[in-house]
């Protein structure tokens, strides 16, 4: 990819950058990346401002939950990172994603690479594989032993929305292992930090 990125954690100075690249729908039908954060039957019921302000406060309490990707000054890309904790709706045991093992849930070294956000026009040109790199080193630098992601095999195109929680692809060229498939074409993928 010949875009010069940097990458930063999305703290609480960078709210207004959060703000700016999620719009005003949110990302992704007013979501706000709390999807994964709140059980379905809160979220719902929440509207796009109370979704918005969940994150802000999220955001605001630290530690970063994710990390920005900006060309210049300008954000354009999220990638949501963390310990596995940070996002519950991961670990539930009625989804895909959930730990191999209960314990993993609540092990601070194990971490997740649980959703991405790009601005559409940058969709399809490899951003992705910049992305999941950043959030690889940065859960590395954060202490994490292995960092897990639950992508999708298969989309009809590149630029999809459902691409919000990473291609397989991008997963496997970045060294990632199946560990478990619960679901036809939505393997959960782990690389080990230490080797």
């Known amino acids: 990819m010949d875009i010069d990125l940097r990458f930063e ?19 992704f039908y007013d979501c706000w990346c709390v999807a994964l954060r709140l059980p379905h039957a809160v979220r719902t019921k ?4 109370d979704r918005k302000s969940h994150m802000l406060g999220r955001i605001a309490v630290g530690p970063p939950p994710g990390i ?9 890309a999220w990638v ?9 709706q991961f670990n539930s045991p009625r989804t895909v994603s959930r730990p191999v ?3 993993d849930a ?9 959703c991405f956000f790009l601005t559409s026009r940058l969709r399809g040109q490899g951003l ?11 859960a590395r630098r954060h202490g994490a032993r292995y960092v897990e992601g639950c992508p999708i095999d298969h989309v009809k195109q590149s630029k999809s929305v459902t691409l919000c929680t990473g291609s397989t692809a991008i997963f496997d060229a970045a060294g990632f292992e199946a560990v478990a498939k619960r679901k036809d074409g939505r393997p959960l993928m782990r690389l080990d930090l230490r080797s």
């Open 9 to 27: 954690p999305v703290t609480a100075d960078r709210w207004t950058d959060f703000e700016r690249l999620f719009g005003p729908r949110g990302a």
């Open 101 to 103: 093992e209960d314990a």
């Open 128 to 138: 992705s594989h910049c992305l999941l790199a950043a959030a690889i080193e940065h």
């Open 46 to 49: 929440m509207g796009p401002d």
């Open 68 to 76: 920005l990707a900006y060309v210049d000054d300008e954000p354009v």
């Open 80 to 88: 949501q990172v963390g310990p596995r904790y940070d996002v519950p």
């Open 106 to 114: 609540h092990d601070p070294s194990f971490w997740a690479v649980s």
